[in-house]
Nanobody
Framework: QVQLVESGGGLVQAGGSLRLSCVGS????????KGWFRQAPGKEREFVAA????????AYAESVKGRSTISRDNAKNPVLLQMNSLKPEDTAVYYC?????????????????WGQGTQVTVSS
């Protein structure tokens, strides 16, 4: 059983930056494709970014492309999401997820493991 714990959320002004971290335990954490998703109040959970097992492949939602970078270092465990030029519409709970799928899935339903989430609030 894989367990995921996110950290790094907080309150930031528009234009600022945050770096989210996801630490995994249990199972073979490094062998999973990892993703970040977010859910704003009253909205469905949506894909933000994903990174492949070896860290060489990445995918981003159009809404964050060019402003965010997902990375991982299997030796050190954490999967990171660096977010720059934050906007008020980026406000949401951000979730780390892991899937045994080998491709860079953007579908919520294809991820088997989820963290509890970390709140990101961007003020205007």
């Amino acid at each position: 059983q894989v367990q995921l714990v996110e950290s790094g959320g907080g309150l930031v002004q528009a234009g600022g930056s945050l770096r989210l971290s996801c630490v995994g335990s249990g199972g073979t954490f490094s062998s999973y494709t990892k993703g970040w998703f977010r859910q704003a109040p009253g909205k469905e959970r949506e894909f933000v970014a994903a990174i492949g097992r070896t860290g060489t492949g990445t995918a981003y939602a159009e809404s964050v492309k060019g402003r965010s970078t997902i990375s991982r270092d299997n030796a050190k465990n954490p999967v990171l999401l660096q977010m720059n030029s934050l906007k008020p519409e980026d406000t949401a709970v951000y979730y780390c997820a892991a899937t045994s799928r080998s491709w860079l899935s953007r579908a919520v339903g294809e991820y088997q493991y989820w963290g509890q989430g970390t709140q990101v609030t961007v003020s205007s």
